[in-house]
């Protein structure tokens, strides 16, 4: 096992680290051994994990008036916490809730596709 892979099982065995701050630091080590890379991606490449606001996902009216937020201000990372989910969940119906969420949304948001 190379020292960039042991580096990363021990910061993931870490319990006492939250799991985003275990996730920033895995990625540090990945990138600082060449075995990761960062990429721009568009924001219809993700969608929000299942389990979110107690299976609600998101609330479409509050989608806008926060981004705008996030965009003036920039994301505060320490506010992030709980799991994060790199992808897709294997219950099938998440894409349909998804499309139910945006057709509820009242025009206020959109499906992107490649």
């Known amino acids: 096992m190379g020292s960039w892979a042991k580096a990363c099982k021990d910061v993931m065995n870490n ?3 939250e799991p985003n701050t275990r996730m920033e630091e895995v990625a540090s080590i990945l990138l600082s051994h060449g075995k990761a890379w960062k990429v721009h991606e568009l ?3 993700f969608l929000p994990h299942p389990a979110n606001r107690g299976g609600r ?4 009216h509050d ?3 926060k981004g705008s937020i996030m965009i003036k201000t920039g994301i505060k990372r320490d506010l992030i916490r709980g799991e994060v989910a ?3 969940p294997a219950d099938p119906s998440h894409l349909q809730k998804v499309k139910d969420l945006v057709a509820s949304s ?3 948001s959109f499906l992107f596709r490649k």
């Open 57 to 60: 996902m998101v609330a479409w």
């Open 43 to 45: 924001a219809g490449h």
């Open 106 to 108: 009242e025009g206020t």
């Open 15 to 17: 319990k006492d680290m």
């Open 63 to 65: 989608m806008h008036a």
């Open 86 to 88: 790199f992808e897709m």
